[in-house]
């Protein structure tokens, strides 16, 4: 796959395993862009609007926990990144998605589970550490308490997120939404993913199950 990935860690050795896990994922023709810190990144995101995805450490200079992850997202949208950190507490975890993360991947996983994380975050979808993911399957509600809880969820979303999620429940791939609603297939992937994290499902599969029913009512 050819893309351009972005990896910000301070530490050298892991932004090594980092392009061995990229690699892995994405085939040897993927550029990288590798920077130390927060402010790096950030001015690399400017320079080079080919970039694709983002791989950072949450703790790295600059970052100033959860601030620099917003100024990232303020910067760049629609860009989807992942967090790679040593920190797994699920509290940690559930903040860092709440600022807009499309992945979360804990340093101790394997090269395996990075590189399918990093394919299923450049697919649109979320990535969470198994022990999170499974707190929430995605099925569909069944008492006026989770009624309301999903009735809330549905109206965070912004009426462009809330038509592609109508096209999500209906089968379309993001091509087809792409060119239905005459926008890129990158800025489907960007609205599927934030409608992953409102819903709090990790993938369309999960989403389908569980506003499936309520939408076609």
């Known amino acids: 796959m050819d893309a351009t990935v972005l990896i910000a860690d301070d530490h050298p050795l ?3 395993a980092m392009r061995l896990v990229v690699a892995s994922a994405l085939g040897d023709d993927c550029e990288i862009v590798e920077c130390e810190g927060l402010e790096a990144a950030l001015a690399a995101v400017r320079a080079n609007p080919a970039i694709e995805l983002a791989m950072l450490d949450l703790n790295m200079p600059g970052m ?7 100024r990232l997202r303020q910067q760049a949208p629609t ?11 699920i509290h940690t975890v559930e903040s860092v998605m709440s600022v807009g993360a ?5 340093k101790s996983f394997s090269r ?23 707190r929430d399957t995605g099925a569909p509600a069944s008492n006026p308490e989770q ?21 999500i429940v209906n089968g379309k791939s993001n091509k087809v939404v792409a060119i239905e609603l005459n926008i890129a297939e990158s800025t489907v992937k960007a609205h599927v993913s934030a409608i992953l994290r409102k819903l ?12 499936g029913p309520l939408l076609r009512v």
């Not at 100033?64 to 917003?70: E, S, V």
């Not at 860009?79 to 507490?89: C, G, K, T």
Request: a negative charge.
């Open 64 to 70: 100033d926990g959860l601030t620099g992850l917003a």
């Open 14 to 16: 892991f932004r090594e």
């Open 79 to 89: 860009l989807p990144f992942i967090v790679v950190s040593a920190d797994e507490r």
């Open 112 to 134: 395996e589970l990075m590189s399918e994380a990093v394919n299923a975050v450049l697919d649109g979808e979320i990535f969470l550490p198994p022990l999170l993911a499974d």
């Open 200 to 211: 709090k499902v990790s993938s369309r599969t999960q989403a389908v199950i569980k506003v």
């Open 102 to 106: 499309s992945g979360f991947i804990p």
């Open 147 to 167: 009624m309301q809880d999903l009735a809330g969820r549905l109206a965070q979303l912004t009426k462009q997120e809330r038509t592609v999620l109508d096209y």
